[in-house]
Each structure stands twice: as C-alpha cells, then as structure tokens.
C-alpha cells in the first residue's frame, strides 16, 4: 500500500526558509514522477514543483521561481521541498503527490495528508 | 485566475444527476491532453476520482463518470447522495505554460 507521509510545515517569519519532506513507501520510489501541490486557506489546488522519477527534469510554477527548490533522494524514499525568502502568500497546506506518468502530466493517483506552512510574523 | 474554468457551485437534490464543466483552450483540452478529476473533502487531501478523461480507478463508483468534447470535458455524478458534497476539481496539462493546470474547484450541495 503506497504511502506518503509530508512533514517540516510550520509558523516561520517572511524572508526566512523552511524544508518539506515527503517520505514514500509502498512503490519503487525512483520510478515515480513526484509533484508538491499547496493549497491557500479556502482556496483552490495550486501545483508548485514537479520533479521526474530519476530527478532529471524539475519545473516550478512562476510564483515560486528562483525561491524553492524540489529535489528528491531515492536511498531515503523522501522528496523535498527547499523554501527560501518565504513570503505571506505563501501561506498554504503543501501537498505531495505521486504521478501516474513519467512525464509529469498526471494523474496524480497518491497523495499525501499535507503538511501547513503558515508565513507569518 | 485559474486556467481550466470550473462553476464556483452546483447543487442537486438526492438522486439526481449534476454535472460540473470545465473549460479549457487549445493549448490544454483542446490540444488532446488527459483530463482527471479530483474529490476533496474539507481538512483532508485530494482524490483521484477520474484519470485518462473517463476511467476511474479501483473502488471509485461507477456514478462518476467523465468526458470531454472539444475544449471542455465534464464530469457527471448520477443517483446523488448527501455523502457526495465535496470540492471536486479538474486536472489537465497545459503545452503553453509546460505545466500541469488545476480548475479553480467546484463545490457540490446536495440538497
């Protein structure tokens, strides 16, 4: 049974930095396609980071360009999300994601319970 | 501004059937890419309910259904039921933008 289990959210002062992690199991983890989705409070689903099965490709959305960085590491089963110069509208439930295809187009058919990155002095 | 366009609400009483649009353009739906639809529940994450425009995956009930036509796609939910209120949003990609795109949700009452 595939889980995956996000972790590192918290209260943190604009311009500072916060790690997520996203610990997998139940899968192959360097064979899944892996996406970070937040989620602003009463808002819709906004996809953040994407990063390929073997960590070749990455995008990140235009919001968070030049701040975070997705990355992943398949001796530990665990994906990141590295978030620098953090701003209020950053504000978000984060969401991991396991994708069906390898191109990163989705579904996205796991997902994990999220972990709450509150950006906030 | 999200770039699949999705009804705020719709609302339907048990048993009937709703259905929730979502439009796209010809760089997303139009272009021939998969649309998949999510189910969420408050405080909880997302679903995958329907992938690959029409197929549901194990265990998901064969009152959902989707299909697209041109640059929209829909997802239909017969004989409702009071447990079906939720946020539901579409998913597809987007050759424009190279990314992965979200509809802007739509909450469902059942009356």
């Known amino acids: 049974q595939v889980h995956l289990v996000a972790s590192g959210g918290g209260v943190v002062q604009p311009g500072r930095s916060l790690r997520l992690s996203c610990a997998a199991s139940?899968?192959?983890?360097?064979?899944?396609?892996m996406h970070w989705v937040r989620q602003a409070p009463g808002k819709g689903l906004e996809p953040v980071a994407f990063?390929?099965?073997?960590?070749?490709?990455?995008y990140l959305a235009d919001s968070v360009e030049g701040r975070f960085t997705i990355s992943r590491d398949a001796s530990k089963n665990t994906l990141f999300l590295q978030m620098n110069s953090l701003r209020r509208e950053d504000t978000a439930v984060y969401y991991c994601?396991?994708?069906?295809?390898?191109?990163?187009?989705?579904?996205?058919?796991?997902w994990g319970q999220g972990t709450l990155v509150t950006v906030s002095s | 501004q999200s770039v699949l366009t999705q009804p705020p609400s719709v609302s339907g009483a048990p048993g009937q059937r709703v259905t929730i649009s979502c439009t796209g353009s010809r760089s997303n739906i139009g272009a021939d890419y998969d649309i998949h639809w999510y189910r969420q529940f408050p405080g909880t994450a997302p679903k995958l309910l329907i992938f690959g425009t029409t197929s549901r995956p194990s265990g998901v009930s064969d009152r959902f259904s989707g299909s697209k036509s041109g640059t929209s796609a829909s997802l239909a939910i017969t004989g409702l039921l009071a447990e079906d209120e939720a946020d539901y949003y579409c998913?597809?990609?987007?050759?424009?933008?190279?990314?992965?795109?979200f509809g802007g949700g739509t909450k469902l009452a059942v009356l």
């Open positions: 139940g899968f192959t983890f360097d064979t899944g396609s």
């Open positions: 990063i390929s099965y073997d960590g070749g490709e990455k």
């Open positions: 994601a396991k994708d069906m295809s390898d191109d990163g187009s989705g579904p996205m058919i796991y």
């Open positions: 998913q597809s990609y987007d050759s424009s933008l190279s990314a992965v795109v």
